[in-house]
């Protein structure tokens, strides 16, 4: 079933990619990363194909990318920095299973923030769970939001250029991509978990040369 979910919502994003190319890329990642649920696997991975076919530039698609990106993790950040933690924590608890959102997913968030810092409004843009929550402890804990642009669009950046690659030496088989977008995701998710594992070895080993 999700597959089926998924194949379909890959047809969608070449449709609203041919049809409104660079605006369609922005409109689509601004709505994932906001509380919206939906995945950036579906949205980048084809236009990249869409790259690859010619009809669209990888720096274009990067560029709109990040910025849809920045765009739904500020609204997140400016609505936590306002309403504070009680709030949004009643508000998901109230609507929260419309968009599969729920107070423990938010909790792990906020954790992940307190433990690592302000690192994980980039860190965080890897990790599937995380990216769309990351922005809520970031808005409660009153990070500059200068620094907060900087990180996002730096994470954003990394998870869109994998993601655009991805599509762009696939290429226009897209008959392809629509078959095993689940598989290509797990691929993805898999590399990001790679990425997190060497960041946290690396922060560990700078910690313990610390306290020599």
């Known amino acids: 079933m999700i ?3 998924l194949n379909q919502l890959v047809t969608f994003i070449l449709e609203t990619a041919n049809a409104l190319g660079y605006l369609g890329v922005f409109l689509l990642m601004t709505i994932e990363s906001s509380f919206i649920p939906f995945p950036s696997e579906a949205i980048l991975i084809p236009a990249g194909a869409v790259v690859a076919q010619g009809n669209m530039s990888f720096l274009g698609v990067l560029a709109v990318s990040i910025l849809g990106s920045i765009l739904g993790a500020t609204i997140n950040y400016t609505l936590a920095l306002y309403l504070g933690r009680s709030t949004i924590n ?3 608890k109230k609507y929260g ?10 909790a792990y968030s906020d954790r992940f923030f307190t433990k690592h810092g302000k690192i994980t409004t980039l860190v965080g843009r890897l990790i599937p769970i995380v990216r769309q929550l990351i922005s809520l402890p970031a808005g409660f804990s009153k990070m500059p939001l200068a620094g907060f642009i900087i990180f996002t669009a730096l994470g954003s950046g990394i998870w869109s250029i994998i993601l655009i690659s991805l599509g762009y030496f696939i290429g226009d088989n897209l008959e392809m991509i629509r078959q095993n977008i689940t598989l290509i995701t797990a691929i993805v998710v898999m590399m990001c978990l790679v990425t997190i594992l060497i960041y ?3 922060t560990l080993k700078r910690k313990s040369k610390t306290k020599f």
């Open 3 to 5: 597959s089926e979910i």
């Open 90 to 92: 009643l508000l998901i």
């Open 97 to 106: 299973k419309i968009l599969f959102l729920n107070t423990e997913k938010l």
């Open 200 to 202: 946290v070895y690396l």
